[in-house]
């Protein structure tokens, strides 16, 4: 047997993603060089049993930006769920480098709610985006058996004019 089966890790259903799961998120201003939090979608646990999340990431990183380090955050610590932000604070939203970082630590969602814990990565512009960052991919166990579920997401970053910001 070869891949994840062989590992002991099956293909999970217990999770979506909600609304951010049904459609696009977008940032048309991005500029080479710069770096960004791109979040994943806010885990929800569908099924009657609760799960330990201890993973998440974006499967497809397009050409164009480079995912710098992964974190786990709580949203009741950084005004809600970020979706897209500048890692500089520009824009009035919170530093999260500056936050708690939960990953490493499984992430405890109970049967049929939300987490208050939310995955962004720390990404970096490296040149032209072909494409976008998307198939956001969760490593759970329940019981004693471990899952690794796709849950759909896509985040498009566009070169466009800078945004100014007020000093």
Known sequence: MTGSRAEGIRE???LDGGMQSAGDVGYE??????????????????SSTDVEITKAEFDDVPQGIEVIEY???????????????RTDGKGGMPDLSKARNYAGHPVKVKAKSGSDIYYVARIKVTGRVHG????????YRQGSQRYRQQVECSTIVRLGPPIEYEN
């Not at 976008?132 to 490593?139: E, I, P, V």
């Open 12 to 14: 999970g259903s217990a």
């Open 29 to 46: 201003h991005a500029q080479i060089g710069e770096e960004y939090w791109a979040g994943l979608p806010l885990p929800w646990n569908t």
């Open 132 to 139: 976008a960052l998307k198939d956001c991919r969760f490593w």
């Open 71 to 85: 974190r786990a955050v709580n949203g009741n610590e950084t005004d809600g769920n970020i979706l897209f932000a």
